[in-house]
């Protein structure tokens, strides 16, 4: 594993506890102290601690080991968790999350907020009693294991026995440089230089090391950090460090009380300190050199003195209740997107060959060959569905970050808001979940500033003092939409309006209707609050929002009801890459619509046609004719079939000269030239090679229902939750 | 490092200025050794020495082992601030037995 990886690995671990640490904080801010959740907060603070040690991340290690004294204190009962204090917590996940991303962006040498830091300190080491306080105020590097039993009498000392490389000193290296640096690190206990190699005069060689050094330290520091003092002299030397003996009971404690992801019994050592890598890979070096039976490495690392026989055995109590664990546990690998992506064009390019070969089956083959290739398309169909899935995730990613956004804001602006969160298990595309998360902040944030009133003007008007906000997400006709409503003040149209005739929007005379109303605080630079806030009022924000979405083939709308509340409706087409098709054709062109959209298909019949409305079983239904849209040249035939298709409520029939099927389509991208193309969304190649437009469903639905008044629920908005 | 020798009969007296370290360590075991074995009472002047690393401590170390090994006897005195830093370090003071002069 190289280092680059590791750094990688410590980095997206580090990020999930902290999400873990921020959850658990929460947790018992809404709900009360509970157990649980003051472990989980604890356990993130404590292993972030420990990899960070492993790659000397002295200021990770050393602001974790503050947080993780505080947050020791409070599961032990010693300390009373109050709302300031969750405060100074969450404030200290921030901040480590700073120290996150700079490690990521491999800054690590930089300090992103000296003040910040320093305040923080400040506000954790209140919570400590005073022998911990100069802890915080030298800020040293400190043991990876927590004494339970709190007292660490002088008799806990550290042993380091040192037998450098005898070239030592001509690599031009000075071991006094070395304990002096161990010096500052703790205080020298006693100091016993062996003497008893030195050779006499004649064969003395004054370049070669002799002296051996036996050392009591007494130091706050872990074993990896002392072992890092002689980092540069490990070559050929022999270097043991061994635990202070009362230390022993607590890495019992420690080792059982670790997290439950499945460890080697090495690993787990080497995670409560009692044991560094390089002894675990110096004893597996040796496990696998001795010869015959092999003794397990429990035995050996006693027998090198490298761990106290206490240790080992509750690390193997440790391994066994793991491995029954294992069986229960969920399974997961990580993958690089890269690769997934790799895949995912693999498996595009399969579809449009597999689709080819069915063709030329179909054209000129013989039964069999069609059989054959008829298997070979539903295989590649389940492979696509396959790899496609791997890329889904719970829309919960995205969502968990809210509980956090809601409960800062609100607390900044002196609101009450419960946040209601549902449909979290909702799957949607990767790429897509990270490109959401922007945009359903801004709304968030603009639904507790503008929407939900003060809790004086909620009292005033008749509602409950909290506000409610809802995160909503599920899955709808081939699209996945997420809904973010509030129980507020809704959207004043009236404001709204002559804000837009302000602005040059519209005009003082157009007519226009709720929908296009609300529809205007899309537009950039609009903003209606009245007093500009940190938050939202600048304008900036909800333009930003509707561009975002439209980049991901999606669409937003707003409903609102004015003292009731407002909902934003996100709809987004469930994956980016390949569909289920459904192949239609006007004079010889060949156009996609996505299946999952087409409700029905029918002959259009003339008699029931009525301009751009057609009777379908008594129920007027607006339709578009594809060969006037696109100005296909050529006769209209004789017949023609209707395609009806529904999206996000509104049904729009699409007529075409006829029917082909079903189909994969492989979604490619159309270049910039059509960008501004209306009613189009994308291309993809069919078997025999030809080019087939896919079609924009939500837009053509749209601009169908702008020319007509339909009689689909636009200006009664709907009930606010869906069933599916 | 240089290395001055001021001799009266059979007592040696050595003043050695500068470093004794890794670099000049062949050079003063030699000198060292020429020096001890002029005389049967050997002493050694530290005032001026201000750099000591490990092999000049193992210099010092095996120049006693070798006085003794010829009943010689030899003393390392007027130790400096340098000097005294690595003995107390290493808690050779007693390995050395020289008497080391603390100043108030």
Redesign the interface.
């Known amino acids: 594993m190289d280092l680059d990886s590791a750094r990688g690995a410590l980095v997206q671990e580090s990020r999930e506890l902290l999400i873990a640490m921020e959850a658990g904080l929460l947790d018992i801010e809404q709900n009360g102290m509970s157990t649980d959740a003051i472990n989980a907060v604890f356990r993130a603070a404590h292993t972030i601690k420990g990899s960070a040690g492993l790659f000397a991340l002295d200021h990770i290690v050393s602001f974790t080991h503050v947080m993780e004294n505080v947050l020791d204190r409070v599961r032990s009962g010693r300390l009373g968790l109050d709302e300031q204090m969750l405060s100074v917590l969450l404030a200290s996940g921030d901040y480590l999350s700073k120290l996150i991303d700079g490690i990521d962006a491999q800054r690590d040498d930089i300090e992103p907020d000296a003040p910040l830091r320093a305040l923080l300190l400040q506000q954790l080491s209140d919570y400590l009693p005073n022998e911990n306080k100069d802890v915080v105020a030298t800020a040293k590097p400190e043991p990876a294991v927590e004494v339970m039993n709190a007292e660490r009498g002088g008799s806990d000392s550290w042993h380091i026995s040192l037998r450098l490389s005898p070239d030592v000193?001509?690599s031009?290296m000075?071991?006094?440089s070395f304990?002096?640096y161990l010096?500052k690190l703790g205080r020298?206990v006693?100091?016993?230089?062996l003497?008893e190699t030195?050779p006499?005069?004649a064969e003395?060689d004054?370049?070669t090391?002799?002296?051996g050094?036996e050392i009591e330290f007494e130091s706050e520091a872990d074993k990896q950090t002392i072992e890092n003092v002689f980092e540069f002299v490990r070559e050929e030397s022999v270097i043991r460090i061994l635990p202070p003996h009362s230390k022993v009971d607590a890495y019992v404690a420690h080792i059982k009380s670790l997290p439950e992801e499945p460890q080697l019994l090495g690993e787990i050592l080497v995670a409560c300190g009692a044991l560094t890598r390089t002894e675990l890979e110096h004893v597996l070096g040796m496990q696998s050199d001795a010869p015959g039976q092999k003794p397990p490495i429990g035995t050996l690392l006693v027998e090198e003195q490298v761990v106290h026989p206490g240790v080992v055995s509750a690390a193997l109590t440790k391994q066994q209740e793991k491995h029954e664990k294992k069986q229960h546990e969920q399974r997961f690998i990580k993958v690089d997107v890269d690769k997934l992506d790799a895949l995912i064009n693999l498996v595009g390019e399969l579809v449009i060959a597999g689709a080819a070969a069915q063709l030329a089956a179909k054209t000129d083959g013989s039964t069999a060959t069609q059989e054959s290739t008829a298997t070979v398309g539903e295989l590649v169909e389940n492979i696509r569905d396959a790899a496609l899935s791997l890329r889904m995730v719970p829309i919960g990613e995205v969502f968990q970050r809210y509980p956090r956004v809601v409960r800062d804001i609100s607390k900044d602006l002196g609101k009450k808001i419960e946040l209601v969160i549902s449909g979290a298990e909702t799957e949607l595309d990767k790429s897509m979940v990270e490109k959401l998360a922007d945009p359903l902040t801004h709304i968030v944030r603009n639904a507790i500033d503008h929407g939900i009133e003060s809790v004086e003007r909620r009292q005033a008007a008749g509602k409950p003092a909290t506000g409610t906000l809802r995160l909503h997400a599920y899955h709808d006709s081939g699209s996945i939409a997420i809904e973010i409503s509030d129980d507020g003040a809704g959207l004043n149209k009236e404001r709204i309006r002559n804000k837009g005739i302000e602005r040059g929007l519209i005009t003082a005379e157009q007519q226009l209707s709720d929908q296009e109303i609300y529809r205007l605080i899309f537009e950039p630079g609009f903003s209606t609050a009245e007093q500009i806030t940190n938050l939202s009022g600048r304008g900036v924000g909800m333009d930003v929002v509707r561009k975002n979405i439209d980049a991901l083939r999606g669409e937003v709308e707003v409903e609102s009801r004015e003292g009731e509340g407002a909902t934003v409706r996100i709809r987004l087409p469930l994956t980016l890459a390949i569909i289920d098709g459904f192949q239609v054709s006007v004079a010889g062109a060949a156009f996609v619509l996505p299946l999952e959209m087409v409700k029905e298909c029918a002959d259009l019949i003339a008699a029931d046609v009525y301009r751009n409305l057609v009777s379908l079983r008594g129920e007027p239904l607006p339709f578009i004719r594809l060969r006037e849209l696109f100005a296909v040249e050529g006769a209209q035939p004789q017949r023609e079939s209707l395609v009806v298709v529904q999206y996000g409520g509104q049904r729009v029939g699409l007529v075409v000269d006829s029917l082909v099927g079903e189909l994969q389509a492989v979604i490619k991208p159309l270049g910039a030239l059509f960008r501004d193309m209306r009613g189009i969304s994308g291309s993809t190649i069919l078997g025999n090679g030809q080019v087939a437009l896919i079609l924009d469903v939500p837009n053509l639905a749209h601009s169908v229902t702008a020319q007509h008044v339909t009689t689909t629920s636009q200006s009664a908005p709907r009930a606010l939750s869906s069933t599916h | 490092m240089p290395i001055q020798l001021k001799r009266k009969g059979e007592f040696i007296r050595v003043h050695i200025e500068g470093g004794l370290n890794?670099y000049c360590?062949?050079e003063?075991?030699e000198q060292l050794?020429q020096a001890l074995a002029k005389g049967q009472d050997l002493e050694v002047d530290l005032s001026d020495l201000d750099e000591l690393?490990?092999?000049g401590?193992?210099?010092m170390?095996?120049?006693k082992?070798?006085a003794q090994?010829c009943n010689k006897s030899c003393a390392f005195i007027n130790h400096g601030p340098a000097v005294r830093e690595?003995i107390d370090?290493?808690?050779?003071a007693s390995?050395l037995g020289d008497p080391v002069v603390i100043p108030a």
């Open positions: 000193l001509r031009g000075d071991p006094l304990l002096r010096g020298i006693y100091m016993n230089t003497t030195l006499a005069a003395f004054p370049e090391l002799y002296l050094f | 890794i360590a062949s003063a075991k050794l690393d490990t092999a401590v193992q210099l170390l095996m120049l082992q070798e090994r690595v370090l290493l808690n050779l390995a």
